[in-house]
Nanobody, 131 residues
Framework: QVQLVESGGGLVQAGGSLRLSCAAS????????MGWYRQALGKQRELVAS????????????NYADSVKGRFTISRDNAKNTVYLQMNALKPEDTAIYYC????????????????????WGQGTQVTVSS
């Protein structure tokens, strides 16, 4: 079972920066992609950024929500099993709980078949941007 532990959230003024970290452990060898989602108060959880596992010679493909393109950067350190989200030029609308996500390939997990893959979630870290 994959465990995900986030850190790095906090309170920052608009225009400031924060870096979130997500340390993964336990069964991470078959994780295909990792990402960051966020959920603001009263809103649905949404994808912020994701990065595929890549390989020996690949850093992985990245994907970003339109609202964060050019401001946020997702990266991973395979040696440390850690994914980062560098957030620059933060806006009040970035305020949310940010969750780390790890996704495995379709298959059987815990006795059931998951055709879209199996996902693990961290506990979340609060990011608050003041205006």
């Amino acid at each position: 079972q994959v465990q995900l532990v986030e850190s790095g959230g906090g309170l920052v003024q608009a225009g400031g920066s924060l870096r979130l970290s997500c340390a993964a452990s336990g069964g991470i060898f078959s994780v295909n992609a990792m990402g960051w989602y966020r959920q603001a108060l009263g809103k649905q959880r949404e994808l912020v950024a994701s990065i595929t596992s890549g390989g020996v010679t690949s850093v992985g493909r990245t994907n970003y929500a339109d609202s964060v393109k050019g401001r946020f950067t997702i990266s991973r350190d395979n040696a440390k099993n850690t994914v980062y989200l560098q957030m620059n030029a933060l806006k009040p609308e970035d305020t949310a709980i940010y969750y780390c996500n790890a996704k495995k390939s379709p298959g059987y997990y815990y006795g059931s078949y998951y055709g879209n893959g199996y996902e693990y979630w961290g506990q979340g870290t609060q990011v608050t941007v003041s205006s």
